[in-house]
């Protein structure tokens, strides 16, 4: 007897259809599961090959900076430097350029003597006097007049002469912009013989000073040539700077301006620079004009 093959009742093809629709869905969220595990790989991946980047590029910016403790043998003060191995390489801006080249212009030229250059057009005592202010001018004047027994005049005449040697220069602000900066400037003072040509360490000083520019200046084309921008220094302080004396002396070679020492000194009174007086070192009558008001 040849049995028939039983067709399949509604109820059998739905069981069916959902046991199929069941091994799809597992399926299909298999690939789903895998997908998102290798989208958060690669981000894991993405992510630590920034912050490796990062980190390699920051690398550069850690160094050890060793510190240089000092004791001053005198008043046994300590200080604490850093040691900077780039400082030439250091960058530096125009105007803290300018601003640092007439700081040390001005301590030249107010604390360097020689009577040879003092006076004149371009000399020290106006360079100094038309990058003063008038209560600093008035101190420069002061301490070189006549009646001054410590005057470098009244010392040195005209056969020895002040040699300043800049050691540093340490500048708070520009001075610009109607802002006043500050500096700080250590130098060694040495006396030379022009007979003898021996250069003997006088002193080391240390020079405090605050300065702007007075765009208010009144100065004429041959002052501008001394002081083009109107630099001004608005206080002037002078302290010794305890550190170690070097040799009492040494010999330096023969000035050149040791032959002219001889001048006849009734070219001009001594104490006074041969061209003016006191309050005029250029012997023109529009000097004084150097410390116009700032308006």
Known sequence: ??????????????????????????????????????????????????????????????????????????????????????????????????????????????????????????????????MASPDVGLQFRQEYSLKNPESPINLYGKLKAIRVQLLSTTMTGSGRGGSTGTAIVRFQRSVLDKKTGVLSFLDNKLATLTFKYNNNLRLDDDQRIVNPLGFQVMSYKVDNDFVASPPSATTATADPDAASATLDAATSVPGTPPAGDAANPSGRESAPAAHGEAK
């Open 1 to 130: 007897m040849i049995s028939r093959k039983k067709e399949e009742t509604p109820k059998v093809k739905a069981a069916i259809q959902k046991a199929v629709n069941y091994e799809l869905t597992i399926a299909d969220m298999a690939k789903r599961s895998e997908k998102r595990a290798w989208q958060v790989a690669t981000g894991a991946i993405v992510l630590s090959l920034v912050l490796a980047g990062g980190y390699f590029m920051l690398l550069p910016l850690k160094e050890r900076t060793p510190f240089l403790v000092l004791v001053d043998p005198y008043s046994g003060n300590v200080q604490t430097s850093r040691l900077v191995s780039n400082v030439l390489d250091k960058a530096i801006s125009g105007g803290e350029a300018v601003s640092r080249a007439n700081v040390q212009r001005f301590v030249l030229a107010r604390e360097s003597y020689d009577w040879n250059t003092l006076s004149g057009r371009y000399g020290d005592w106006q360079a100094a006097y038309l």
